[in-house]
């Protein structure tokens, strides 16, 4: 079964710049994986971020970023704000039109 | 602007069926692919399904497959989920998402499916 990792838990002095990355278990991310990336706050539904790696959605800031660093998609967030504390989550296209969600990472900013 | 709006959630017993469906505007529907995605409450995100612009191919998670069918009708902008045979770790607020580039790109703003006796 494949299994999509991220870190629990992150945290991010304000105005700092903190890297979440986005592995798989049995493998290297790379572009042909299609990575995303998704931030929630509670009670609202998800934002997407980034898509097909690197693509920013419409809206998202350009202290958004993301990349493949190593065997990993990563997301940087540079210059972290407040209204940054939130979950993000990663998606994968696993190929044979099926995709596979990270748990996800709680990003506090303090 | 892109707006997709979820509704036909509610509470139904185990072993039961439910149809949700998602309203699309602010794009051409029947030239995107769409998703939904749930996540059961106080848990993550989980991909359920996916649907081509056309409406003939579809896929769908380990979990729900031979229980869960999406459809669409273009012709009314419309995503449906079909879900049968429900069972309490159904419970979840589903979202339809429009794709892009393999990605779900806009979200709709959750529906609650609660599964229960």
């Known amino acids: 079964q494949t299994v999509v990792t991220q870190e629990p838990s992150f945290s991010v002095s304000p105005g700092g710049t903190v890297t979440l990355t986005c592995g798989l278990s049995?493998?290297?991310?790379?572009?042909?994986?299609?990575p995303s990336w998704y931030q929630q706050t509670p009670g609202q539904a998800p934002r997407t971020l980034i898509y097909?790696?690197?693509t920013r959605s419409s809206g998202v800031p350009d202290r958004f970023s993301g990349s493949i660093l190593g065997n990993k998609a990563a997301l940087t967030i540079t210059g972290a704000q407040a209204d940054d504390e939130s979950d993000y989550y990663c998606?994968?296209?696993?190929?044979?039109?099926?995709?596979?969600f990270g748990g996800g990472t709680k990003l506090t900013v303090l | 602007q892109v707006q997709l709006v979820e509704s036909g959630g509610g509470v139904v017993q185990p072993g039961g069926s439910l149809r949700l469906s998602c309203a699309a505007s602010?794009?051409?529907?029947?030239?995107?692919?769409m998703h939904w995605v749930r996540q059961p409450p106080g848990k993550g995100l989980e991909w359920v399904t996916f649907?081509?612009?056309?409406?003939?191919?579809?896929y769908y998670a380990d979990s729900v497959k031979g229980r869960f069918t999406v459809s669409r009708d273009n012709s009314k902008n419309t995503l449906y989920l079909q879900m049968s045979s429900l069972r309490p770790e159904d419970t979840a607020v589903y979202y339809c998402?429009?794709?892009?580039?393999?990605?779900?790109?806009?979200w709709g703003q959750g529906t609650l499916v609660t599964v229960s006796s």
């Open positions: 649907v081509q612009h056309h409406g003939t191919t579809q």
């Open positions: 602010g794009f051409t529907f029947s030239s995107y692919a």
């Open positions: 049995s493998a290297s991310v790379s572009t042909s994986y299609y």
């Open positions: 998606m994968l296209y696993m190929g044979s039109g099926t995709w596979v």
């Open positions: 097909r790696t690197s």
């Open positions: 998402a429009k794709d892009e580039n393999w990605s779900a790109d806009q």
